[in-house]
Structures are given as structure tokens and as C-alpha cells.
């Protein structure tokens, strides 16, 4: 022992190990440990040197001071205190216990048997389990100013470029990947305005993929919140500091998926690795009168009690550490409810909800919730507090429906379209609350939907049983892959379809990387345990073509208001115009009645859109026209007149991709393509001088 350790500093203002000049301050909060150790470790970490008592103590906060100390110190915990389960106790003495405070490992977790081993065994875990590394991070970085996400990018960060033939090696599947000029290109030709991050904590892949020699690939499994993943990013937080300033540098927000609700430790039979050694009884929820027990709320074997304020202030810390050392713009959290649940049931008066609104650094940051979770009360869409934004699942499965050909879903697919009031027209929120999309992470990927009828995660070892059975999803004719060309093309107008729904829709439009060009797992819905070819992104068959067309829906909702305005579409007069905001369509420019809305083989819905427009003189209000053919069959319609002096012209035609744009007479009728959708917009100018304009433009484009 050549270390010695005082109390008499005082506790330090944070908890975890903090820098001084002299030495290095410990903290660490349990409420029913007897007693915590700091365990110090050489420079590589291999032999353990000293094991030095938290003597210090205020309320729940051991703390002590060791001086001598400095950056690169290798440490972990260990915790003495009863082990009876039944009082909800789980001390082990033999348990290297990894600090929930840490912000660097030296090595990523491997998952191990004898870390389930009780204490009678007296099996010593440190050598399974990663040492925190003691860093002083610069706190300076800065996000960007507050907005809306708009569109957004989910991303794994080793799925998206691990099989790029233009990224190094040794950069493949990292953060650092995403700070190449040639990645931030890409992200700008699509249109991407916020990207989302999959999780960067540190994880432990669950003990049934060990037995099937698989990992988890996604990493919603984690133990230290605050510090990077290893496998991530081997620069830790100063790498991840790297590539979201380089986005930020391009306009691009990023977002970081945090996993609050559950940690990697369990069941009550799972591993002990830090929560459960320190606190089981503190940091996790337990049945009335079961302590021995936890509450699955999560689906994962835990659930982290963010009810009591120790445990909302940890992750209350865990986000002004990612805010302050790395600049993230905001957060999604997963499984969100379990955020807001108290006993009586969910609360916006939470402690996590109430700490985030009153903290200077995370107030004005996004907050993006995953509004459900498997526990009592569990599906909360439309409940968060203001201003939370939301994901929602119902324009995905609305949106799938229809186009899938289900009756009866003309009124929904028009609720979606307008902005989801039924589930956000209150407390004056915004249609920009409610985050859109027909795939995400978990599910099927947007080409699939178009591609299997069934799920088929048979790779993923559970005999087909995991993942969602109700995909609301079709193969046009054969499952899976086939090279029949007019399946393939049917395929493609679905996809461009369903991207075109999704982008004129109202609220904040999110993709996953890879659908913008076509991405396919070969029908698994639930690729968490594919760290493989079925996940990673295949960049060598992009569809370009399709990238072209998401990246023209991008920039043409941005740049007009009566596709991006954020406000419900309710038929009244929009503000600074004379035209109601909407009127949905029939194919014979007529509005819609109530027998066409009870008309359960209704396919085709049209509308005309006005959104307000600013400019430098004053505002007015600008139209466009929509039209939506769900149907195997093209529709002849009656375009309605544009205001004097003004024509249609045509941008977007879903089934014909790369489309120039076009003025349209709408004099003469007009054919909307099966499975399609059309996107006009009035502008101003007579359409024989229009016409003159394109005709001029396409001789002039002639070769001579």
C-alpha cells in the first residue's frame, strides 16, 4: 500500500473522480453499502496497488481525497455490505465494481459467466471487468442554438461505415468515420439537418447472444452512461468532440440515443458489474414487498428507478457530461416512460422531467422521447411534458397501412399528413412535437416493408420468436429477394412513395441511414445481435437514384412553408391569406364528403396545402398541391384552378424518379400514376410563358 487517502477535503462538488492539482478526489453514492473502496490499478492496468476506504461520508455521498494522483489513473470499486436478497441487498465483496461515474475505459465489456458467481464463491471479478480511466476533458463545447430536429438521420455508428471501401481501416465503424469530409458531403447532398447517434455507452452484450457466438450490435445494453464505448470510439470523448463539431461546422445538429431505463446488469440473476453492487436496492425497482425481485418494466430484466432524485440526478449528470465535453444538441431517449414514472403512475412532475427543465445546461436542449415502454401505463404518445418532441409509432403503422391496401385508412392517412392532431393539439403544442417514420432501428428497414410479408430473424438464434409480428408490411408478389423486373419496380415505386408520404407530412421526418438508398437485413426486424453484413450498411450498391430522389423531397420541403410550415392543417383560413390551410380532394378537384371519407375502398386522397410564406415586403400564403394514389390503378383528376396569373408545376412524381420539373394545364386532365404520389406547387407566371421557358431550356440542353 503506497497510496494514503483523507476526508478531510470534503466532499467534492461532483460525484465520481475529479482532478485537482495535488491529487484526486473520489465520490460515489450508495445508501446502504457499510462501506466503498477505491481500488487503484497500475498504468496497464493488469495489477491492482492499493485498496483505499471512502471515509468520508454526507448522507448517501462516501467520499475521500488521495493525493498524489493524476490524469491516467486506472480505478475501480468494490463495496462491502450484506448480500440478502430478500431485503434487497446484493453486496459482494469479491465484485470489481466499475464507477456509474467513470467518463473513460480502458477496454470495452466482455461478457462473462463468473460475474453471475454469488458470493460464497468468492470469485474475483477484476479481471473481467474494465478500469475507469481518470481524464480532464475540456466542459467549453458548444451546441448549436435551439431548433426543431427537421430531418433526421438515426445512425449506427458501426453499422453506417464499416463496409466503406472509402473510410481507412482502422476508422471503419467508429465515430472518427463521421468526421471525414466525404461522409459530412453525403449528409448535406441528402438534406440531413439533425443526426442521431445510436448509443455511444459503454455496453455488455447480453449471456444468451455469448452462447449463440453473437453481439449485440446495437448497444442498448449499457453499464457506464457517460463514457464512450471503446469499440466506438477509442479516442473516447474527445473523438466523439471531433466529429460533432465537424457536423455542426456543416449545420448539422446531433442528437445521442441514451438508455435510462434498464441497465446491463439484468435480472436479479444477471451479472454484478456496478449498479447492483453499489445500491441494488437504491438504483433499480423492485415489486412492493419483493425487493428480492425487479420490475421488468424495460422488457430487459430491470428497470433503473429514476423515481427516487439520486438516480434522476445521475443521468441528470450523464447529460451535462455529454453537453459540456462533447457539444450534443440533445438527446432520444429509449423506452422514455420509465423516465417519468412514479409509483401512482407517469408524472410530467418526475424528478428527471423537473431536474432537466430547471438546469441551465440541458434546459434548451432537444429532448426527443421514446414514448412507451412494456410496464403498467406504459404508452404515453402525445403525454410528455413541454417542450419534449416524441416519436410516433402511429404514422408509421397508419402510413404502412395504407399503403399496404388495408380499408379504411383515408382518414388516417389524412390525420397523419395534417400534423397528428389528435395526438398533439394541445397545451399549445406543434405538429413539429410528433417525430414521423415508416422505419426505424428496431423493425423492418424501408425497403423491406415492400419486401417480406413475414419477419425472418432466424439468424438471430430464438427460433423466429423475437421481434414485432405485426409489420404491417407486403412483398409485392414473392418473398424476399427475386430478379423478376416488374417486382423489382414495383418495389422501387413503393419505397419512393412511401418517402414522399413521409415528406410532406407535417411534423419532424426521420430516416434510418440506409433506407435514403434502399438498405435491406433480408427480412429481420430485430437486428440487434447482427454486428454483420445483415446491419451494416452496403455501400457498394447504393441505389443512387433513390438518393437523388430522397435528397429532392428534402430540399424541396425546405424550402417551401406550405410543405414544412409547422402548424395543423384544420381547414381554417390560414393566417395572412384568404384560402383554408387544407382541402382534401377527390379526382374531381371537389372536396371530399363524408360518404367519401366512410368509403373504406377509398385509395386516393388529394389535397391542396397553403402554408404561410415571409418575405422581405410582407406575407402571403403559398400552395401546393398533393396528390396521394394508393390504389394498383392510375387515376384521371381535375386539377383545381391556380389563383390569376399563376400555374402548376409539377416537381415530384414518385414513380418517376428523376423527373424534371414541369408546368402542368390544368385545364386538361391530369393522370396520377398507381402507387404514387404527385407534389405540385402554384408559382407565379402564366404557363404558356412557363412552358416557353422549359422548351427554350431543353433545346438549349441538345446536343448540336
Not at 21 to 44: K, P, Q, R, T, W
Request: proline share 6%; hydrophobic share 35%; net charge negative.
Amino acid at each position: 500500500m503506497s497510496n494514503t487517502i483523507t476526508a478531510e477535503r470534503g466532499k467534492p462538488a461532483e460525484l465520481g473522480a475529479t482532478l485537482d492539482a495535488d491529487g484526486i478526489h473520489f465520490a460515489v453514492y450508495s445508501e446502504n453499502a457499510d462501506a466503498i473502496e477505491v481500488c487503484l490499478f497500475d498504468e496497464a492496468g493488469t495489477q491492482e496497488t492499493d485498496r483505499l476506504t471512502l471515509e468520508g461520508a454526507d448522507g448517501g455521498t462516501r467520499y475521500g481525497f488521495v493525493p498524489g494522483l493524476a490524469v491516467g489513473t486506472r480505478y475501480g470499486l468494490r463495496a462491502r455490505g450484506p448480500y440478502a436478497p430478500k431485503e434487497g441487498h446484493r453486496f459482494d465483496y469479491s465484485k470489481l465494481l466499475v464507477d456509474p461515474y467513470a467518463i473513460q475505459l480502458d477496454r470495452p465489456f466482455i461478457y462473462q459467466p463468473g460475474l453471475t458467481a454469488p458470493p460464497e464463491r468468492e470469485l474475483d471479478s477484476a479481471a473481467f471487468i474494465p478500469r475507469a480511466v481518470v481524464i480532464d476533458p475540456s466542459r467549453d463545447a458548444s451546441p448549436l442554438p435551439f431548433a426543431a430536429p427537421g430531418l433526421t438521420y438515426e445512425l449506427s455508428i458501426r453499422a453506417f461505415s464499416q463496409r466503406n471501401p472509402d473510410v481507412s481501416a482502422e476508422l471503419r465503424g467508429t465515430v472518427g468515420a463521421l468526421a471525414e469530409p466525404h461522409f459530412l458531403d453525403y449528409l448535406e447532398r441528402v438534406g440531413i439537418d439533425t443526426v442521431e447517434f445510436m448509443p455511444l455507452a459503454a455496453w455488455i452484450d447480453e449471456g444468451h447472444l455469448m452462447l449463440n457466438n453473437l453481439t449485440n450490435a446495437w448497444g442498448y445494453n449499457p453499464i457506464t452512461h457517460m463514457a464512450p464505448d471503446p469499440r466506438l470510439s477509442p479516442g473516447g470523448l474527445a473523438e466523439v468532440r471531433r466529429a460533432v463539431e465537424a457536423m455542426h461546422e456543416r449545420g448539422i445538429r446531433v442528437l445521442l440515443d441514451v438508455v435510462f431505463n434498464h441497465s446491463g446488469e439484468g435480472s436479479e440473476v444477471g451479472p454484478t458489474i456496478s449498479y447492483r453492487g453499489l445500491d441494488n436496492l437504491l438504483y433499480y425497482r423492485h415489486p412492493d414487498g419483493q425487493p428480492e425481485f425487479m420490475i421488468n418494466d424495460t422488457g430487459t430484466g430491470n428497470t433503473f428507478a429514476t423515481h427516487k432524485p439520486p438516480v434522476a440526478k445521475m443521468f441528470v449528470d450523464v447529460l451535462r457530461t455529454w453537453v459540456q465535453t462533447t457539444g450534443i444538441d440533445g438527446f432520444r431517449y429509449d423506452l422514455g416512460t420509465v423516465l417519468g414514472r412514479l409509483p401512482e403512475g407517469f408524472s410530467h412532475d418526475a424528478p428527471f422531467f423537473k431536474m432537466v427543465a430547471e438546469d441551465a445546461v440541458l434546459k434548451d436542449r432537444i429532448h426527443v422521447a421514446e414514448p412507451w415502454d412494456v410496464g403498467p401505463g406504459g404508452y404515453q404518445v402525445g403525454n410528455f411534458p413541454k417542450p419534449w418532441f416524441e416519436w410516433q409509432d402511429k404514422f408509421r403503422d397508419d402510413v404502412r397501412k395504407f399503403w399496404k391496401g388495408e380499408d379504411g385508412m383515408i382518414g388516417a392517412l389524412a390525420t397523419r399528413l395534417a400534423g397528428s392532431a389528435d395526438l398533439y393539439n394541445h397545451d399549445g403544442r406543434r405538429p413539429s412535437v410528433g417525430v414521423n417514420f415508416l422505419a426505424a432501428h428496431d423493425g423492418f428497414t424501408l425497403a423491406d416493408i415492400a419486401m417480406y410479408e413475414e419477419k425472418h430473424n432466424e439468424a438471430n438464434g430464438e427460433d423466429n420468436r423475437d421481434g414485432h409480428n405485426d409489420n404491417h408490411s407486403w412483398n409485392n408478389g414473392v418473398e424476399g429477394q427475386t430478379d423478376d423486373p416488374a417486382i423489382i419496380e414495383a418495389r422501387g415505386k413503393d419505397i419512393r412513395a412511401m418517402l414522399a408520404t413521409l415528406l410532406v407530412s407535417r411534423g419532424n421526418p426521420m430516416l434510418v441511414a440506409g433506407d435514403e438508398f434502399g438498405r435491406t437485413q433480408g427480412g429481420n426486424n430485430n437486428g440487434y445481435a447482427q454486428d454483420n453484413e445483415i446491419t451494416w450498411l452496403d455501400w457498394e450498391h447504393a441505389d443512387q437514384l433513390l438518393i437523388d430522389f430522397t435528397a429532392k423531397l428534402a430540399k424541396l420541403r425546405k424550402a417551401h412553408p406550405a410543405l414544412n410550415a409547422d402548424a395543423f392543417l384544420t381547414g381554417d383560413t390560414v393566417k395572412g391569406g384568404d384560402m383554408p390551410d387544407v382541402v382534401w380532394l377527390r379526382e374531381d378537384g371537389e372536396a371530399l364528403t363524408d360518404d367519401d371519407w366512410n368509403d373504406g375502398s377509398r385509395r386516393f386522397l388529394g389535397m391542396s396545402v397553403y402554408g404561410p410564406r415571409e418575405d422581405d415586403q410582407e406575407t402571403e400564403s403559398e400552395r401546393a398541391v398533393i396528390y396521394i394514389n394508393g390504389d394498383h390503378e392510375d387515376r384521371t383528376v381535375r386539377l383545381p384552378a391556380p389563383r390569376p396569373g399563376a400555374h402548376f408545376q409539377l416537381y415530384v412524381q414518385s414513380d418517376w424518379p428523376d423527373l424534371e420539373p414541369r408546368g402542368v394545364d390544368h385545364q386538361n386532365d391530369l393522370v396520377v400514376k398507381a402507387r404514387s404520389v404527385f407534389i405540385m406547387l402554384e408559382e407565379a407566371g402564366e404557363l404558356e410563358a412557363q412552358m416557353a421557358i422549359e422548351e427554350k431550356a431543353a433545346s438549349e440542353a441538345e446536343p448540336a
